[in-house]
Nanobody, 121 residues
């Protein structure tokens, strides 16, 4: 079964850094876009950053200059380096990947279970 496995969340003080990692486990044919989203209680899930298969990133305005998304296609992984964290970054962070599991199957989107990031003031 193909799934996304996240790691790297935790507790950090304002101004600190964390790095999130996400790996696609299981056999797949191709990974398309990958990304990170975040959600706080009672609010919708918002885009943080995405990266396409060529490595071109896209960021939400709120994280530009502070967060860096990257991927390692050989390791089927995507990363989010988060610097200069502030309390407004506190959320559950979800990994996202568009995959094609077999050459004859349709593309589909996977979500990870989420990892908590808490930034104290």
């Amino acid at each position: 079964q193909v799934q996304l496995v996240e790691s790297g969340g935790g507790f950090v003080q304002a101004g600190g850094s964390l790095k999130l990692s996400c790996v696609v486990s299981g056999s797949i044919f191709r990974i398309n876009d990958m990304g990170w989203y975040r959600q706080t209680p009672g609010k919708q899930r918002d885009l943080v950053a995405t990266i396409d298969s060529n490595g071109t990133p896209n960021y939400a305005d709120s994280v530009k200059g502070r967060f860096t998304i990257s991927r390692d296609n050989a390791k089927k992984s995507v990363y989010l380096q988060m610097n200069s964290l502030n309390p407004e970054d506190t959320a559950v962070y979800f990994c996202n990947a568009g995959i094609k599991q077999h050459v004859l199957t349709l593309d589909r989107t996977l979500w990870g279970p989420g990892t908590q990031v808490t930034v104290s003031s």
